[in-house]
Nanobody, 124 residues
Framework: QVQLVESGGGLVQAGGSLRLSCAAS????????MAWFRQAPGKEREFVAA????????YYTDSVKGRFTISRDNARNTVYLQMNSLKPEDTAVYYC?????????????????WGQGTQVTVSS
């Protein structure tokens, strides 16, 4: 099994920045994609960003393009989400997810492993 542990969440004012980390342990695959999702109270879990095994391919939801950057360090089995220019509407629990293979889907059902989530709160 694969375990994913997120960290780096917290409370920040609008316009501020946070960097989320997700460390993976356990069984590893030769090639796997990593992604970040978020879920605000009363809303469905939504896709934020994904990165390929090599890090060369990334994919973002429109609302975070230009503000968020996803990256990974395979030597450390860690994926990051740098969040800049944060807005109150970015407030949510952020989850990292992992799936084997090279595709970067945006549906939560396409991902096999999930972390427990880390809370991000952006005050206005």
């Amino acid at each position: 099994q694969v375990q994913l542990v997120e960290s780096g969440g917290g409370l920040v004012q609008a316009g501020g920045s946070l960097r989320l980390s997700c460390a993976a342990s356990g069984r590893t695959f030769n090639i796997y994609a990593m992604a970040w999702f978020r879920q605000a109270p009363g809303k469905e879990r939504e896709f934020v960003a994904a990165v390929s095994w090599s890090g060369d391919s990334t994919y973002y939801t429109d609302s975070v393009k230009g503000r968020f950057t996803i990256s990974r360090d395979n030597a450390r089995n860690t994926v990051y989400l740098q969040m800049n220019s944060l807005k109150p509407e970015d407030t949510a629990v952020y989850y990292c997810a992992r799936r084997p293979g090279a595709l970067l889907p945006s549906l939560p059902t396409e991902y096999k492993y999930w972390g427990q989530g880390t809370q991000v709160t952006v005050s206005s």
